[in-house]
């Protein structure tokens, strides 16, 4: 049972472009969400996040929308560049919960076309 | 500041052998928590630990085991490996339980 699911599994946009990736959970217990990019032969890097008790957080280019009562959330990238490509993983966090676990999606990978 | 480290980057092991891996947590983190990442797959929590306690477990069979160390760092210990086991193993520390966990670069495990 996927509780955070990421339904693209790729998305290819042209430099200078906006990138939307998405991202729903099941858990309605989940109340912190993160975005992780990963190239290969990384670990996975911190991107951004935002608590439940909000439905917006940006930094640079970055934006991260939250609509709770849709269990969606969505990573906005503007303006999109080359390096900006690599797989994008949502992850949710219970934050009363006995541990701090993150839940990932499957991710999706992002093509950035020069 | 050294960020997360993870050691060794690859191996290999036959199935029924035993593996570790270690991973150096970042300076001022007292938390380490282990994920596995199979192939196409994000990765699944095995477990965490904070200040060398177990602070919960994923759904991992008890072959997957783990220490933390007075210094923070910690060890992932497969026993009785299964070609199932084969994956990315990733290490995140985070500098209290509620903080943002930040990742090593991993160790790709092959089981043959």
């Known amino acids: 049972d996927q509780q955070v699911k990421q339904n693209s599994p790729s998305l290819s946009v042209q430099e200078g472009r906006i990138s939307i990736l998405n991202c729903d959970y099941t858990n309605s217990m989940f109340d912190y969400f993160l975005w992780y990019k990963k190239y290969p032969a990384e670990g996975p890097t911190f991107l951004i996040s935002i608590s439940s008790i909000k439905d917006k957080n940006e930094d640079g280019r970055f934006t991260v929308f939250l609509n709770k009562s849709a269990k969606h959330l969505s990573l906005h990238i503007v303006p999109s560049q080359p390096g900006d490509s690599a797989v994008y993983f949502c992850a949710a966090v219970r934050s009363g919960g006995s541990n701090y676990k993150l839940t990932f999606g499957k991710g999706t990978l992002l093509t950035v076309n020069p | 500041e050294t960020g997360v480290t993870q050691s060794p980057t690859h191996l290999i092991k036959t199935r029924g052998q035993q593996v570790t891996l270690r991973c150096s947590s970042q300076?001022?983190?007292?938390?380490v928590s282990w994920y596995q990442q199979a192939l196409g797959q994000g990765p699944q929590f095995i477990f965490q630990?904070?200040?060398?306690?177990?602070?919960g477990r994923g759904n991992f069979p008890p072959r997957f085991s783990g220490l933390q160390f007075p210094n923070y760092s910690s060890e992932l210990n497969v026993n009785a490996l299964e070609l199932d086991d084969s994956a990315l193993y990733l290490c995140?520390?985070?500098?209290?339980?509620?903080?943002?966990?930040?990742f090593g670069p991993g160790t790709r495990l092959t089981v043959l």
């Open positions: 630990y904070y200040r060398e306690e177990e602070n």
């Open positions: 300076s001022g983190h007292n938390t």
């Open positions: 995140a520390s985070s500098r209290s339980l509620t903080d943002t966990q930040y």
